[in-house]
């Protein structure tokens, strides 16, 4: 019987070009001055110029597999989030030949399947996670967890890959994006890293972004903390008890505040990726974890906090111990 779930292995697959936040403003990609997203703590961040979605997904997804020396035959659930559809598939979509596509059974070309082949993955069942924006990634290890404990499943692979289109522009609520993939590995009864928690709030009185933004930025640190302290009362941990705080690569100024308000006397913020990588939408946490346990700043048997905020709009929270 399945005592527990745990993070089995992570890797991640960035673009090879990045431009630093003078480089994006003289491009018009910014809608802020580069000197204030300074301030909250951004340098430069990765954009595809050729890359697809589905390619950095594969290639994050085959390096996890080949890292933990997992046999694609042991995969019993593939997970998938991200750049939807064929989408997924073109670097720079073009709307006349998307928009063509979809009155086709190209619109049936499914990112999920691809992969599941592509890889290998013969015994996986496949599943496609949407609509939860940077909490994706957080919502598929929610899922493995409990389709580990539940269901059977000894292995799953989480992939989130999701790239912000040519003209959108780089900044979303003062944060600057990164294109990326990461992949993970849910395992049942691994030794380290073991899930003890996860909560999610959902708050659909906000899904018109644009309209409510003023009443989005003032919910989200209420919601975060209400979030943060659920999380830690279902893993039955004090709030000293905490090492380290993985958080998702928005802006320093708002970490402040917000372990502010949630007061982890000891925790430390693993923030070293918010300059160097920006923000990669759903990738952020595990992308800095696996950072963070490769610099050795993790120590076996710590307590991680890990928490992220989707837009539409999402607050999740996982508690690990290493």
Same mark, same amino acid.
């Given at each position: 019987?399945?005592? *527990? ?11 090879? !070009? ?25 340098? @430069?961040? *990765? ?6 979605? /589905? ?11 080949? &890292?933990? $020396?997992? %046999?694609? %035959? ?14 997924? /598939?073109?670097?720079?979509? $073009? ?5 063509? +596509?979809?009155?086709?059974? &190209? ?10 082949? &592509? ?6 069942? =496949?599943?496609?996670? %949407? ?8 919502? +598929?290890?929610? =899922? ?14 989480? =992939? +989130?890959? !999701? ?7 780089? !900044? ?14 849910? &395992? ?11 909560? *999610? ?26 979030? #943060? ?11 000293? !008890? ?7 690569? =928005? ?5 402040? #505040? ?7 006397? @000891?925790?430390?913020?693993?923030? +070293? ?5 920006? *923000? ?6 595990? #992308? ?8 050795? $700043? ?25």
């Amino acid at each position: 019987m399945t005592r *527990h779930a745990c993070i089995g292995g992570i890797a991640c697959a960035f673009p090879r !070009e990045t431009r630093t936040l003078p480089e994006l403003a003289r491009a018009g990609l910014l809608e802020s001055d580069p000197e204030v997203l300074a301030r909250f703590g951004f340098e @430069r961040v *990765h954009i595809a110029t050729c890359e697809t979605p /589905f390619e950095l997904a594969l290639a994050a997804a085959r390096d996890v597999l080949q &890292e933990t $020396d997992t %046999d694609p %035959d042991d995969v019993d659930l593939l997970l998938y989030g991200g750049t939807p559809g064929i989408h997924a /598939f073109t670097a720079s979509p $073009d709307p006349a030949q998307a928009s063509k +596509a979809l009155r086709t059974s &190209e619109r049936f070309q499914y990112p999920a399947a691809r992969l599941q082949y &592509e890889l290998g993955l013969g015994r996986a069942a =496949v599943i496609g996670l %949407d609509q939860l924006a940077c909490t994706t990634l957080l919502a +598929a290890v929610r =899922v493995a967890r409990a389709l580990c404990l539940a269901d059977g499943v000894r292995r799953a692979l989480c =992939v +989130a890959s !999701e790239f912000y289109p040519a003209d959108a522009g780089r !900044e979303a609520l003062f944060n600057c994006t990164s294109d990326a993939a990461c992949a993970l590995l849910v &395992e049942a009864d691994g030794a380290r890293n073991r899930i003890v928690a996860a909560t *999610h709030v959902t708050k659909g009185y906000y899904w018109e972004c644009d309209a409510l933004r003023n009443e989005i930025v003032a919910s989200y640190f209420p919601t975060a903390r209400h979030v #943060i302290e659920r999380t830690l009362a279902e893993a039955g941990w004090a709030a000293d !008890e905490v090492d380290w705080v993985i958080p998702h690569n =928005v802006s320093r100024r708002s970490w402040d #505040i917000l372990l502010g308000l949630v007061r982890l006397p @000891r925790a430390r913020l693993w923030d +070293a990726n918010i300059a160097r990588r920006g *923000h990669t939408l759903a990738g952020d946490n595990f #992308i800095n974890l696996r950072d963070a346990l490769a610099a050795g $700043d993790i120590q076996p048997g710590q307590k991680l906090l890990l928490f992220s905020y989707g837009y539409g709009a999402h607050w999740t929270g996982l508690a690990l111990e290493s």
